[in-house]
């Protein structure tokens, strides 16, 4: 079964501070994603990537950067972490042919 | 904008009972509609999906019913069980090659024994 690890599980920040999550797949799938979810909006997409050295904007990439410096490991970087980014986070990963997309367990950030 | 909208946001059903979500589309280069579903405190996981060649799939108690002239397609769920309680997502992706996936904004179903 895909294995996706976030961390941290929980993180407080201060506003202005900079925060990154990280992610890691040990299942060598090409793809992988950075979603968050808030209460009345479902799953956004931030940033993805396809392979190592490579980094999409999704949806709402403003204020986040993306790192995907190998195949297992993708961050999620907030240079000024605002409080509007107070969410939970997903990583993900998929295959090329992404029928199915694996879930990290999350990463709940709060920004004060 | 709004890629893929989701119906109703929360649903309540007796055991037993056919719970039915809905989803609608706008871009016709979507090829792939996958549901999603989860529980309180858990991560998403895919639950069934269907690609349109076929505008019926089923496994189990789900079943996805898609309606490509009318660009809608709806989750069946079957003799819905107190244990089927999570939020569910809809969502669709272009033939892109890389997959991008957009969600509804999620139904919560609660199954009341």
């Known amino acids: 079964e895909a294995a996706v690890t976030q961390s941290p599980r929980n993180k407080v920040a201060v506003t202005g501070g900079k925060v990154t999550l990280s992610c890691n797949q040990t299942?060598?799938?090409?793809?992988m994603y950075w979603y968050r979810q808030d209460t009345g909006h479902g799953l956004r997409l931030i940033h993805y990537s396809y392979g190592a050295g490579s980094t999409e904007k999704g949806d709402i990439p403003d204020g986040y950067k993306a790192s995907r410096p190998s195949q297992e490991n993708f961050s999620l970087i907030l240079e000024l972490a605002t409080p509007s980014q107070t969410s939970v986070y997903f990583c993900a990963s998929a295959t090329s042919s992404a029928e199915t997309l694996y879930f990290g367990s999350g990463t709940r950030l709060t920004v004060l | 904008q709004q890629q893929v909208r989701q119906s109703p946001q929360s649903l309540t059903v007796w055991e037993g009972e056919t719970a039915i979500l809905n989803c609608s589309y706008e871009?016709?280069?979507?090829?792939?509609f996958p549901w999603y579903h989860q529980f309180p405190g858990e991560s998403p996981a895919l639950l069934i999906a269907?690609?349109?060649?076929?505008n019926k799939k089923e496994d189990g108690r789900f079943t996805i019913f898609f309606n490509k002239r009318e660009k809608k397609f709806s989750l069946h769920i079957a003799d819905s069980q107190p244990g089927d309680s999570a939020t569910y997502f809809c969502a669709a992706s272009p033939d892109t090659g890389y997959q991008n996936f957009y969600f509804g904004k999620g139904t919560s179903l609660t199954v009341i024994p």
């Open positions: 871009d016709s280069t979507f090829d792939y």
């Open positions: 299942n060598n799938h090409n793809n």
């Open positions: 269907i690609r349109p060649v076929s």
